[in-house]
């Protein structure tokens, strides 16, 4: 726990003047962005008696280890560069709202030339018009089918639309009348372009005057006596008002508005948004968030504003934005959402009539989602604390283990060797942290090697990250080997203990940092050629400036899947980079026993363990999430082609040539001149194809296990090359061949 006297900086070295500050901790981690109308008044409140301080306040400003600021023009400019920050460095002591779903959205594709409507979600894209969120993605979809009868605008894909095309013939919707059938002409790109136009402007809330012409062109049949037309334009008022009727009027006509409100208690905070677009409610979103610095309400709003406009411009930021409580200052908030608007944008508490009823029932729901919440979490987190508890206790470990890291090796009969790395941080899958390995230090099947090998490189990574940053004094050796050039640790012996007592602190994101009990090796060996490591969904860890990095926080706990042989593995590992203060334990399949190091016996958790459940759901995560990583490895492999090994020949050439031939069986029989035909292939790059198909052989036929058939590559059995062996068809049924897996 630091002192926050230790970094407190000089009287009279903070400006008088509006600026953003950044608090980070020892190793340099940003752990707090806030801005403030004068640094100088604002950052002495952190550098006051602790007993006074709140107790969050007061848990940040221990854990900091030095502050820095950045001087601005303008509050405005400060807002701007605080969400700047947050995005960033995700700071651990700001607020973040947690996004409770993945929301839907009605998208039009407006930048295409035939524009689509669709689902979507995610991040927005430029150039496609955005409706919602809705609550459920059938809410979209049942919108959608009752407008397709009046704006037939195109919702097939890509593809489906180019084999329309290709064919000549729509789809089932271009026949029913709920598609124009742009794909087979029936209708021009300008003309679709405006019915796209007009049904983006229905869904933006102009439907009044929609309707009224609808209504006129009715009666206008009516007295031409075209009574089948107007029948027909009766059935399209009656679809678009049965559409409407599913966002019932909650404000004036016209009136478009987003009410925020806000429930919190002392530890966590709820909101809930009402998206009101032409005095319709078009969707509704929540956010739950941990109140993990002293805040108000008004703040709370701010931070709600800053997630929900931070990315948004021109109509995404409606003309009115409805609070329970203003930020103060509220005027650089104001300006910041006019800016992103591009005009004027009012923000302010309703006093009474309709918008005030509305907000009430915005209130309410928002208290029903931090009820509903914390209902949950207080289950989940209940369950979880007994689970690192209890295996704390079976593992004798000093405190629970906050961050698990497990281990899994996985091939196909010795090929495609892979390994997967998952991370749980308090019982919980953190997949941004996951890592996948390819085994390179050798060929074949070698599980023991294979974990050993992972294990080294893992670690190998977290010390020389300790040393990049200096958190060790240089010039010290204690004796830990040099890795070699394919990226193994040669087995030397145990390298000695240092001594220190292991440090199990808070995960990241969970309170204090890691505990770093151990003193690596001063010459921990740089990244090679061969530690050569795939990355997965979303960014890693911090770097030193606070932005992300790799293999920056050790675990307290290791868990590889596997028994005696696999855990002696891990342990050597560990001991060769001279790493004594990360427990190592096993997880075997038979019996489900828990095996540790230089131990005889497993350790035997009853079956009603909340400790052994927990373990098991780890590892059997890190085995999907390694034989995934596996599989796709391999079907790449069975997709080669003796054509990839043609250089200069892209996807374009080669896709043309078996077009043109058929398959690649016929393309293998034919001659120079016969493949200098295809358009696009000179002489010498036909030259160059027969001879890499000539150098190629034909891997066995295939047989089709079921019927006894045998299948050539025209039936589409894949084709393999001797650079590329492939599995047959015929090794197994299905199951047979996932049971060869490991």
Excluded at 21 to 42: C, M, N, P, T, W
Excluded at 65 to 88: D, G, H, M, N, P
Excluded at 288 to 293: F, I, L, N, P, Q
Excluded at 541 to 557: I, V
């Amino acid at each position: 726990m630091a002192d926050p006297s230790s970094y407190r900086p000089r009287p009279g070295e903070i400006p008088d003047s509006p600026g953003v500050y950044r608090f980070r901790d020892e190793h340099r981690r940003v752990i707090y962005v806030g801005k403030a109308k004068s640094l100088r008044q604002r950052l002495a409140n952190y550098f006051q008696d602790l007993a006074n301080l709140h107790p969050r306040t007061r848990t940040m400003v221990t854990t900091a280890a030095s502050v820095e600021w950045t001087v601005v023009s303008t509050e405005v400019e400060a807002l701007q560069l605080e969400y700047s920050w947050i995005k960033e460095y995700d700071p651990r002591f700001n607020v973040k709202y947690r996004d409770d779903k993945s929301y839907p959205y009605l998208a039009v594709t407006m930048n295409e030339e035939f524009p689509r409507v669709q689902v979507m979600r995610g991040h927005k894209k430029k150039g496609v018009r955005y409706f919602g969120p809705y609550g459920h993605a059938w809410a979209i979809r049942d919108t959608v089918d009752l407008l397709l009868r009046v704006f037939p605008v195109r919702t097939c894909s890509a593809g489906v639309f180019k084999n329309a095309a290709r064919t000549g013939r729509p789809c089932l919707l271009g026949y029913i009348g709920k598609c124009s059938a742009p794909c087979v002409e029936r209708i021009s790109a300008e003309d679709h372009q405006e019915l796209a136009e007009e049904f983006c402007d229905f869904m933006a809330g102009r439907t009044g005057t929609y309707l009224r012409r609808l209504e006129r062109k009715m009666g206008e049949a009516a007295e031409d006596m075209e009574y089948e037309r107007a029948a027909r334009l009766r059935d399209d008022i009656g679809a678009l008002r049965k559409a409407m009727e599913k966002s019932a009027v909650v404000l004036a006509d016209a009136t478009d508005a987003d009410l925020i409100a806000v429930a919190e208690d002392e530890l966590e905070a709820a909101v809930q948004i009402f998206h009101v677009r032409g005095g319709r409610v078009r969707g509704q979103r929540g956010w739950v968030t941990d109140k993990v610095e002293e805040i108000t309400t008004g703040a709370l709003v701010e931070h709600a504003l800053q997630q929900l406009y931070g990315e948004e411009s021109g109509d995404a930021v409606p003309k009115e934005v409805l609070v329970p409580a203003l930020p103060d200052p509220v005027e650089p908030v104001q300006q910041w959402l006019t800016d992103r608007r591009g005009s004027g944008v009012s923000l302010r508490i309703p006093q009474r009539g309709d918008k005030k009823a509305l907000m009430e029932t915005v209130q309410r729901n928002a208290q029903q989602a931090l009820v509903l919440h914390k209902t949950k979490r207080a289950s989940d987190l209940t369950t979880r604390s007994r689970a690192l508890e209890e295996i704390a206790d079976a593992l004798n470990l000093d405190s629970a283990p906050l961050r698990i890291e497990c281990y899994d090796i996985s091939h196909l009969q010795g090929d495609d060797v892979v390994a997967s790395m998952v991370v749980f941080e308090d019982g919980l899958a953190r997949k941004s942290e996951y890592r996948r390995f390819q085994i390179k230090g050798f060929r074949g099947q070698d599980d023991v090697r294979s974990m050993h090998e992972v294990i080294t490189r893992r670690f190998r990574r977290y010390l020389a990250e300790k040393e990049r940053t200096g958190e060790w004094a240089d010039g010290e050796d204690d004796g830990v080997p040099t890795a070699t050039t394919n990226g193994e640790t040669p087995d030397h012996g145990t390298a000695p203990g240092h001594g220190t007592a292991p440090g199990h602190g808070t995960a990241p994101g969970h309170g204090t940092a890691p505990g770093h009990g151990t003193t690596p090796a001063p010459h921990a060996p740089p990244r090679d050629a061969d530690d050569d490591l795939a990355l997965t969904d979303g960014p890693a860890l911090k770097d030193d400036d606070g932005r992300p990095k790799r293999f920056a926080y050790p675990p307290q706990l290791v868990v590889v899947d596997g028994g005696q042989p696999q855990v002696a593995a891990a342990q050597r590992a560990l001991d060769e980079l001279g790493i004594d203060d990360i427990a190592v334990c096993g997880l075997a399949k038979r019996l489900e026993e828990v095996w540790l190091p230089r131990e005889d016996d497993p350790v035997v958790l009853p079956r009603t363990s909340e400790g052994l459940y927990l373990l098991q759901r780890v590892r059997d995560e890190a085995h999907r999430f390694a034989i995934t990583y596996q599989r796709t490895k391999r079907a790449k492999r069975f997709r080669s082609s003796p054509l990839d090994e043609v250089p200069g020949l892209g996807e374009t050439r080669k896709q043309a040539l078996i077009k043109h031939f058929g398959s690649l069986k016929k393309l293998r029989s034919a001659t120079i001149d016969q493949i200098c035909e295809v358009p696009g292939i000179g002489r010498k790059t036909a030259e160059t194809v027969a001879v890499a198909l000539a150098r190629a052989t034909p891997a066995a036929p295939a047989v089709n296990t079921a019927t006894g058939e045998i299948m050539d590559d025209e039936d589409g059995a894949p084709e393999t090359t001797a650079d590329a062996p492939g599995e047959p068809v015929s090794a197994g049924t299905p199951d047979e061949r996932r049971g060869q897996e490991r």
